[in-house]
């Protein structure tokens, strides 16, 4: 027993590292030098060494924001840029908002006072439409860039360029695995690939690691279940283990939650007086307040479980964990040029995520990795995951370029050139949404149009449409709901049955985009829903999401306000019967005219299949037609779990439609 209160006193002084004790903090000086002399520089470090809150605090009170400029620091994902926002923030002792604040899509913390602001790289991007040189930053950190996102392998580009014009901006790439040189090497060639004066250009400051060893072990033989395995293996660590706390990876949400609930079963059979468990998610789009729960330390006897996606390999950082369970595999989303869709694939994960993933054990203490796959299994792994824009729909990134006058997407400066089989589509697809044309120019209004707004091109295109359509309110209701990504609807306790019985109060029979309206509706509708959260509970809601699609909306709207776009003269009610057609059958040809692309039908067998016919899906059990019959429909979004393609969010079309609102595709789809 007193042993066991010594342990735990130990790792509590552990776990409070003051900014002081952190291995960057010896960097100061040097890194604050290098930022002062060259252009750009490359900081590589362990995950944890302190780069992401720290470099920007140091350039702080260096004085890089006295003359009224601020500091940028991009994520790749918007859990990271909220969390170290909040972080920074409480280290400098002021309120989030102020002299740090974060900004992500559709949701500003910032002020006139912000100095340090976190951003994802994809806003960035967006922001350098109406600023492209950037000239509100004196600093721009690029962090994370080893993650290769689309976004941010884009802005180091884009960067490059505008280093030329802006020769006092400093940028500084942040990575934490040791391709250094590539990034560099990146910064300091010309186009032709020859490199020029690198010693003038940049320069890469590395963080000695200061981690503890991480013993890795291996099953004996392949496991046919990899997710009961690494339950079983949590179950041993809790009880044969001393205190530290457990980081199990799985590859998303639904398998987040089996294995939560498979926990919780095993610990009801844990004798009684032993120690606690306590299982926590952790995956982008968790409810910000959930979140929290994550990284606040466990009550004394409570060991946590931390359930996580690949977001805790390198962004997040929770202090305590001592072992990781890693069962091998990442959702890694990819895109089929051939046939034009994008699968989420659970895959194999590279060699340098396993070894990251293990990396997470040894921060605080030496760990241990419990790896779920055999030793021969591991040496077989692919090296590095490949970067995102060699396996991504290019279309909104194109589009992007292109609004920023990138001529060339072809030959634009990137820094792993995507397949062109991939830049192809997505000018074909551009074109075939009316936001290129012919010559593979952007069009305007409507390409610029599409660009600049915070939506993908399909549901871009279909929301400027609405207007002449008639149903420029319920698209704007119903695009504000498709940003939700699916997450409107919560089983609350776990209870799917009354989820279903909610879900079904709203269905209509022309599908998921007029049902997710009627939801939006009665939340609003003072009658009804009232915006209140009690009322969300009762319909298996999620209240904070609801919020969300309410300010989205209005964020829309002031969109599409600047941009001249209103509603039509007859407002949407009075247009009801406007053309004979009512409002629902507008909003249903208003979305075949963005999502044609995205077009099946239905089979006998409940199966649905493409137009060419090459693919066969399966409505999501969280559609209204998951056993339920249609004929053609357009559907919002593909993913590809265990073998069997689903689809999301569908709407009926008729087969006229596809060919009425988009001939020239069609066209080249029969022959
Ligand atoms: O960016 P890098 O991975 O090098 O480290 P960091 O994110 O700056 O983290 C430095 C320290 O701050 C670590 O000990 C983290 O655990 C801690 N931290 C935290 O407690 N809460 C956060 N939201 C972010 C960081
Ligand atoms: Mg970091």
Redesign the pocket.
């Known amino acids: 027993m007193a042993e066991e209160e010594e342990a735990g006193a130990s790792l509590i002084a552990e776990l409070y590292?003051p900014p002081a004790l952190?291995p960057i903090a010896q960097l100061r000086n040097p890194l604050l030098y290098a930022i002062e002399t060259f252009p750009v520089t490359i900081i590589v470090?362990e995950?944890?060494?302190?780069?992401?809150?720290?470099i920007p605090q140091f350039l702080y009170k260096a004085g890089w924001t006295n003359d009224g400029s601020q500091i940028a620091v991009t994520q790749p994902r918007r859990i990271a840029a909220t969390?170290?926002g909040?972080?920074v923030a409480e280290e400098l002792g002021c309120q989030l908002g102020q002299e740090v604040g974060y900004s992500i899509r559709f949701e500003d913390v910032t002020s006139e006072k912000t100095k340090i602001k976190f951003l994802t790289d994809g806003l960035l991007l967006r922001e350098m439409l109406v600023d492209p040189l950037l000239k509100r930053y004196s600093v721009v950190m690029v962090d994370e860039a080893h993650e290769r996102s689309i976004s941010s392998d884009i802005l180091l580009s884009l960067l490059k360029k505008v280093l030329r014009a802006r020769p006092d901006l400093r940028v500084v790439v942040s990575s934490?695995t040791l391709d250094a040189e590539k990034f560099l090497d990146f910064f300091a060639s010309d186009q032709g690939g020859t490199i020029n004066m690198k010693e003038d250009y940049g320069t890469i400051v590395s963080i000695e690691g200061r981690t503890h060893p991480v013993d890795i072990f291996y099953t004996s033989s392949p496991t046919n279940n990899y997710i009961e395995q690494a339950v079983d293996t949590a179950m041993s660590i809790h009880t044969n283990e001393s205190d530290g706390d457990i980081l199990l990876f799985v590859t998303g949400r639904e398998e987040i939650d089996d294995t939560i609930d498979m926990i919780a079963d095993h610990i009801a059979d844990l004798p009684p007086g032993s120690k606690t468990l306590q299982p926590l998610p952790l995956y982008a789009g968790l409810p910000t307040d959930q979140q929290m729960y994550v990284?606040q330390k466990p009550g004394e006897n409570v060991r946590k479980i931390i359930v996580a996606t690949n977001i805790a390999e390198a962004s997040v950082?929770i202090?305590g964990i001592i072992y990781v369970i890693d069962t091998g595999y990442v959702k890694l989303r990819t895109y089929d040029p051939a046939v034009g869709i994008e699968r989420l694939n659970v895959v194999p994960v590279s060699k340098a995520s396993a070894t990251q993933r293990a990396g997470r054990a040894g921060r605080t203490r030496p760990g241990k990795c419990y790896r779920m796959y055999t030793e021969a299994a591991f040496e077989a792994l692919e090296p590095a995951t490949f970067p995102e824009i060699q396996r991504s729909n290019l279309a909104p990134v194109v589009l992007q370029l292109m609004n920023l006058g990138i001529q060339n997407v072809i030959r634009f400066d990137y820094l792993s050139n995507p397949p062109s089989a991939l830049v192809v589509r997505a000018l074909d697809l551009l074109f075939s949404l009316g936001a290129v044309d012919i010559h593979g120019r952007l069009t305007k209004p409507l390409g610029a149009r599409m660009a600049e707004l915070p939506l993908e091109p399909m549901l871009a295109r279909t929301l400027l449409n609405a207007p002449s359509f008639g149903c420029f309110s319920e698209m704007l209701s119903i695009s504000a709901m498709m940003t939700l990504q699916g997450t409107a609807f919560v089983a609350h306790d776990g209870n799917q049955k009354l989820l279903e019985k909610a879900r079904r109060r709203f269905a209509v029979k022309e599908g998921d985009h007029i049902t997710l309206y009627n939801v939006y509706q009665a939340f609003t509708n003072p009658a009804v829903g009232k915006q209140s959260s009690q009322w969300c509970r009762e319909n298996c809601l999620n209240y904070k999401a609801m919020l969300k699609a309410v300010s989205v909306r209005k964020q829309l709207r002031n969109y599409l306000d600047r941009m001249g776009i209103q509603e039509n003269a007859l407002a949407s009610s009075d247009a009801m019967t406007r053309g004979g057609l009512d409002v629902s059958e507008r909003v249903q040809r208003c979305l075949t005219t963005g999502f044609f692309a995205q077009a099946a039908r239905m089979k006998s067998d409940g199966s649905f299949v493409t137009v060419g016919g090459e693919t066969v899906l399966w409505a999501h059990p969280s559609s209204i037609f998951f056993h339920r019959n249609a004929d053609w429909v357009i559907y919002h979004e593909i993913q590809e779990t265990k073998g069997k393609v689903y689809i999301r969010d569908l709407t009926t079309v008729e087969a006229d439609w596809l060919t009425e609102y988009a001939p020239e595709y069609y066209k080249v789809k029969q022959k």
């Open positions: 590292k952190l470090g995950t944890g060494s302190g780069k992401t809150t720290q969390s170290v909040a972080r934490a990284f950082t202090d």
